[in-house]
């Protein structure tokens, strides 16, 4: 860019958006809306104040300890030593000598590659790509299998329906439920917040208005959820307010009415099913004496039974589609609420009609529902992993801890291998993971912890080495999902802050000190690469019927967009026209309401068909020391943790602090009122918050949305383990059951009082940097 000239119109994207950059004296000042985009998510202008700011890691960093020491017992300082800076040149051989010396001790098996997905959007610079990528070219890692956002459906669905990404992807556009849809159900919300996001880039937010325009002709929109604003308050919702963690019994409660009262669709059972017959004595109490009747449910669920009897002869009666958010799949058992809702849309018989079935996380990204064709993008190589140790992707903490201990996941069994060495890159596991105190005891078991990272989060200020890596805006990529019609240019806007690299000039740099830069970037610099990737997706989308233009007519242009498709999407259709030519994915081809593969893995709180257990911890409980459950949702302000520390999080929070939602009646109970500072606690930890009173929550419900930066005191303490508002300090580190081991954030009971202590004491350091010497420690 040219000094003293304001530089207006360069195109970049993210997974929250495609903007056009401001720049003014070669420094970024804003980002606006791109002019295809219609509703811009405001989340990208957060990045501004921050690009340059205090938090920024402008060189690379030691840990002292690590540094004065070597690798090895921490004695807890990790997350609270200072850092010393150091060259390019020193840090490189420091990591390549510890990667070196790991693996000749303990072989490759004891290195963790644990970047996990939701870095930024672009084809090439996709942290998580670019690190399994380098560790597969110097030997291989131990890795994870599964995501944090929906892994009880990515283990389950595979069973039941044959595939997980083809039905999520696959969902009804909005614009036919506008059109075809009388009732829709969302069993956990529907959320518009969160359509904001697309993985690996948004050209077009379309997800809210597709909701609106569905309710605005005539489409009845039920919200099942303990939150009211789980729905837009324009569309109109009738409220069911369950307790958390009980739709389950909610499914079952309206299973048995359609059974009884001869509204299932026998035929389409018979036709296009296995295993009813199963699922049917279990509701009706055949297996076990128990019937899951209204009535059963209604103690379950906090729900009246008339009204639930009213809801399942409501969806019967008309065309209905029932929509279950990812986050019912974040808590105890959370396999069942989606084979559940399947198997009462299989009882429906309207699965494959327009406007008819079930949808899996309308609103959870703005591509779900929207009535476009994605352009298939290439992606980088990630070459071949020799290592066959794996985790379960929300099991960290138990890898750390438990070295030689077996787990058992979807059918098989494994064993927690000990890792010497994390290496991290994209993502931020003291933002996704659970038990936030316990974790950060098991973070100090590593010899060594090496992550790149822009800012001083938490990730960061609990690693060894620290390298500092360039953001989206600071480099040229190629935004392209699968779920978006867009295909962006991601022109660079501006030079890397301080001493950052991409990752790419990172893991080069790296591989040439281990002899492996050549298998690592093939002789092809970022410029060579994203050649090489457009040709290839260039390539793809001609098989598609899809004509790109040169590379250098991409560039020179910005964007690409698709063509609308000639038919708006039907999840299911060619199945129910044809179940066998199009038979699904299942051993019998069809939808398996008992699982045969499932049943045969012997875990008793997940037989094989839709099966309701007691959470550990929810509100039907009789009795409890922490009688209030926690909802850890989406923030509507960032996208996880990412940009928190921006102007747009940063003035939704009060007095600096994550606000959490009361009810009135609760909130009256303890003497609280709107801006009230509050401690948050159970049995694992305890945050500070601000409160707001509203009834926007059912009563003894609170809602605290993740993404606040982990903030833990500098001193330790009993009263408080974030200042800052995180609620994975509070949540359970357990997973869903044996079939997916996924996380259980959504199953936490909790108490909350006036903080009692003094506020000054507690004053907020998560978004300071660490301490920072500059000068070289003696024996360095």
Same mark, same amino acid.
């Not at 000598?97 to 590659?113: H, K, P, Q, S, T």
């Not at 809702?341 to 327009?354: D, E, F, H, N, W």
């Given at each position: 860019?040219?000094?003293?000239?304001?530089?207006?119109?360069?195109?970049?994207?993210?997974?929250?958006?495609?903007?056009?950059?401001?720049?003014?004296?070669?420094?970024?000042?804003?980002?606006?809306?791109?002019?295809?985009?219609?509703?811009?998510?405001?989340?990208?202008?957060?990045?501004?104040?921050?690009?340059?700011?205090?938090?920024?890691?402008?060189?690379?960093?030691?840990?002292?300890?690590?540094?004065?020491?070597?690798?090895?017992?921490?004695?807890?300082?990790?997350?609270?030593?200072?850092?010393?800076?150091?060259?390019?040149?020193?840090?490189?051989?420091?990591?390549?000598?510890?990667?070196?010396?790991?693996?000749?001790?303990?072989?490759?098996?004891?290195?963790?590659?644990?970047?996990?997905?939701?870095?930024?959007? =672009? %084809?090439?610079?996709?942290? /998580?790509?670019? $690190?399994?990528?380098?560790? #597969?070219? +110097?030997?291989?890692?131990?890795? &994870?299998?599964?995501?944090?956002?929906?892994?009880?459906?990515?283990?389950?669905?595979?069973?039941?329906?044959?595939?997980?990404?083809?039905?999520?992807?696959?969902?009804?556009?909005?614009?036919?439920?506008?059109?075809?849809?009388?009732?829709?159900?969302?069993?956990?919300?529907?959320?518009?917040?969160?359509?904001?996001?697309?993985?690996?880039?948004? =050209? %077009?937010?379309?997800?809210? /208005?597709?909701? $609106?325009?569905?309710?605005? #002709?005539? +489409?009845?929109?039920?919200?099942? &959820?303990?939150?009211?604003?789980?729905?837009?308050?324009?569309?109109?919702?009738?409220?069911?307010?369950?307790?958390?963690?009980?739709?389950?019994?909610?499914?079952?409660?309206?299973?048995?009415?359609?059974?009884?009262?001869?509204?299932?669709?026998?035929?389409?059972?018979?036709?296009?099913?296995?295993g009813y017959e199963r699922f049917r004595q279990y509701f009706m109490g055949e297996t076990d004496g128990v019937v899951k009747d209204c009535s059963w449910a209604e103690l379950k669920t906090g729900i009246p039974?008339?009204?639930?009897?009213?809801?399942?002869?409501?969806?019967?009666?008309?065309?209905?589609?029932?929509?279950?958010?990812?986050?019912?799949?974040?808590?105890?058992?959370?396999?069942?609420?989606?084979?559940?809702?399947?198997?009462?849309?299989?009882?429906?018989?309207?699965?494959?009609?327009?406007?008819?079935?079930?949808?899996?996380?309308?609103?959870?990204?703005?591509?779900?529902?929207?009535?476009?064709?994605?352009?298939?993008?290439?992606?980088?190589?990630?070459?071949?992993?020799?290592?066959?140790?794996?985790?379960?992707?929300?099991?960290?903490?138990?890898?750390?801890?438990?070295?030689?201990?077996?787990?058992?996941?979807?059918?098989?069994?494994?064993?927690?291998?000990?890792?010497?060495?994390?290496?991290?890159?994209?993502?931020?596991?003291?933002?996704?993971?659970?038990?936030?105190?316990?974790?950060?005891?098991?973070?100090?078991?590593?010899?060594?912890?090496?992550?790149?990272?822009?800012?001083?989060?938490?990730?960061?200020?609990?690693?060894?080495?620290?390298?500092?890596?360039?953001?989206?805006?600071?480099?040229?990529?190629?935004?392209?999902?699968?779920?978006?019609?867009?295909?962006?240019?991601?022109?660079?806007?501006?030079?890397?802050?301080?001493?950052?690299?991409?990752?790419?000039?990172?893991?080069?740099?790296?591989?040439?000190?281990?002899?492996?830069?050549?298998?690592?970037?093939?002789?092809?610099?970022?410029?060579?690469?994203?050649?090489?990737?457009?040709?290839?997706?260039?390539?793809?989308?001609?098989?598609?019927?899809?004509?790109?233009?040169?590379?250098?007519?991409?560039?020179?242009?910005?964007?690409?967009?698709?063509?609308?498709?000639?038919?708006?999407?039907?999840?299911?259709?060619?199945?129910?026209?044809?179940?066998?030519?199009?038979?699904?994915?299942?051993?019998?081809?069809?939808?398996?309401?008992?699982?045969?593969?499932?049943?045969?893995?012997?875990?008793?709180?997940?037989?094989?068909?839709?099966?309701?257990?007691?959470?550990?911890?929810?509100?039907?409980?009789?009795?409890?020391?922490?009688?209030?459950?926690?909802?850890?949702?989406?923030?509507?302000?960032?996208?996880?943790?990412?940009?928190?520390?921006?102007?747009?999080?940063?003035?939704?929070?009060?007095?600096?602090?994550?606000?959490?939602?009361?009810?009135?009646?609760?909130?009256?109970?303890?003497?609280?009122?709107?801006?009230?500072?509050?401690?948050?606690?159970?049995?694992?930890?305890?945050?500070?918050?601000?409160?707001?009173?509203?009834?926007?929550?059912?009563?003894?419900?609170?809602?605290?949305?993740?993404?606040?930066?982990?903030?833990?005191?500098?001193?330790?303490?009993?009263?408080?383990?974030?200042?800052?508002?995180?609620?994975?300090?509070?949540?359970?580190?357990?997973?869903?059951?044996?079939?997916?081991?996924?996380?259980?954030?959504?199953?936490?009971?909790?108490?909350?009082?006036?903080?009692?202590?003094?506020?000054?004491?507690?004053?907020?350091?998560?978004?300071?940097?660490?301490?920072?010497?500059?000068?070289?420690?003696?024996?360095?």
């Amino acid at each position: 860019m040219t000094s003293g000239h304001a530089k207006i119109g360069t195109l970049t994207s993210s997974h929250w958006g495609t903007y056009r950059v401001h720049a003014e004296n070669g420094s970024i000042t804003a980002l606006e809306g791109f002019e295809r985009d219609e509703d811009p998510s405001p989340i990208g202008q957060g990045i501004v104040d921050v690009l340059d700011g205090p938090t920024r890691i402008k060189k690379p960093m030691v840990r002292r300890g690590w540094l004065e020491h070597g690798p090895g017992n921490t004695e807890g300082a990790r997350g609270a030593d200072e850092f010393v800076e150091v060259s390019w040149s020193k840090a490189i051989k420091l990591v390549a000598e510890e990667l070196n010396r790991v693996r000749d001790r303990y072989g490759n098996r004891a290195i963790y590659g644990g970047s996990y997905g939701w870095s930024s959007a =672009g %084809r090439f610079h996709h942290a /998580q790509s670019q $690190l399994k990528r380098f560790l #597969n070219s +110097v030997g291989g890692y131990t890795y &994870s299998l599964n995501t944090y956002s929906y892994a009880a459906a990515e283990v389950t669905l595979p069973h039941v329906l044959g595939d997980f990404y083809s039905m999520v992807n696959g969902a009804t556009s909005w614009d036919v439920i506008k059109e075809h849809s009388s009732l829709f159900v969302a069993f956990g919300g529907a959320p518009a917040k969160n359509g904001q996001v697309t993985n690996g880039g948004v =050209g %077009r937010h379309v997800q809210k /208005q597709g909701m $609106l325009d569905a309710a605005s #002709n005539g +489409v009845k929109v039920v919200n099942v &959820s303990p939150l009211r604003s789980d729905v837009l308050d324009e569309m109109g919702a009738d409220w069911i307010p369950v307790y958390p963690g009980s739709d389950v019994a909610l499914l079952l409660g309206i299973a048995h009415t359609l059974h009884t009262e001869k509204l299932a669709d026998t035929e389409f059972l018979s036709t296009y099913t296995v295993g009813y017959e199963r699922f049917r004595q279990y509701f009706m109490g055949e297996t076990d004496g128990v019937v899951k009747d209204c009535s059963w449910a209604e103690l379950k669920t906090g729900i009246p039974a008339a009204r639930i009897r009213d809801l399942a002869r409501d969806m019967a009666r008309q065309r209905t589609m029932i929509s279950v958010s990812w986050s019912l799949t974040r808590q105890d058992n959370g396999e069942q609420p989606y084979w559940a809702a399947i198997a009462v849309a299989s009882m429906l018989g309207q699965l494959g009609l327009p406007g008819g079935g079930i949808g899996f996380g309308y609103s959870a990204m703005n591509a779900i529902g929207a009535n476009y064709e994605g352009i298939p993008g290439a992606s980088l190589p990630q070459g071949k992993n020799p290592i066959k140790s794996f985790i379960p992707v929300a099991r960290v903490t138990d890898l750390l801890l438990n070295p030689g201990k077996q787990f058992e996941y979807n059918g098989m069994t494994g064993t927690y291998p000990e890792i010497k060495l994390v290496y991290w890159a994209g993502g931020n596991p003291f933002h996704h993971h659970q038990d936030l105190v316990r974790m950060r005891k098991a973070w100090q078991k590593p010899d060594t912890v090496i992550v790149h990272e822009w800012c001083w989060n938490a990730q960061a200020k609990h690693a060894d080495i620290v390298l500092p890596a360039a953001t989206f805006l600071e480099r040229n990529d190629i935004a392209s999902s699968s779920r978006d019609p867009f295909l962006v240019y991601m022109q660079k806007a501006a030079e890397p802050v301080g001493q950052s690299l991409t990752d790419y000039e990172i893991f080069s740099a790296l591989a040439e000190e281990l002899g492996a830069r050549e298998a690592f970037t093939e002789g092809r610099d970022e410029e060579q690469w994203l050649q090489v990737i457009y040709d290839e997706t260039r390539q793809k989308a001609g098989a598609r019927g899809i004509n790109l233009p040169t590379f250098e007519e991409f560039k020179a242009k910005g964007w690409f967009e698709n063509e609308m498709p000639k038919e708006p999407q039907v999840l299911m259709k060619a199945f129910r026209e044809n179940p066998e030519a199009n038979a699904l994915g299942t051993p019998s081809g069809k939808i398996e309401i008992f699982s045969e593969t499932v049943a045969g893995f012997g875990y008793e709180e997940c037989p094989g068909f839709p099966f309701w257990n007691d959470p550990k911890e929810w509100l039907g409980q009789k009795a409890s020391e922490y009688p209030l459950h926690l909802v850890s949702n989406q923030p509507k302000n960032k996208l996880h943790s990412q940009l928190d520390h921006g102007s747009h999080s940063r003035k939704s929070k009060i007095n600096g602090r994550e606000p959490v939602v009361i009810h009135p009646d609760d909130a009256k109970a303890r003497n609280i009122v709107d801006g009230s500072l509050v401690r948050l606690f159970n049995g694992r930890g305890a945050c500070l918050c601000s409160a707001v009173v509203s009834d926007e929550v059912r009563p003894r419900v609170l809602q605290l949305s993740t993404g606040a930066w982990f903030d833990p005191p500098q001193l330790a303490s009993s009263e408080v383990s974030c200042r800052h508002g995180n609620p994975n300090v509070l949540t359970r580190d357990e997973g869903t059951s044996r079939l997916a081991q996924g996380p259980s954030a959504l199953s936490c009971l909790v108490e909350i009082e006036l903080f009692s202590g003094e506020a000054s004491d507690m004053q907020m350091g998560a978004f300071s940097p660490p301490v920072i010497r500059s000068e070289p420690v003696v024996g360095s």
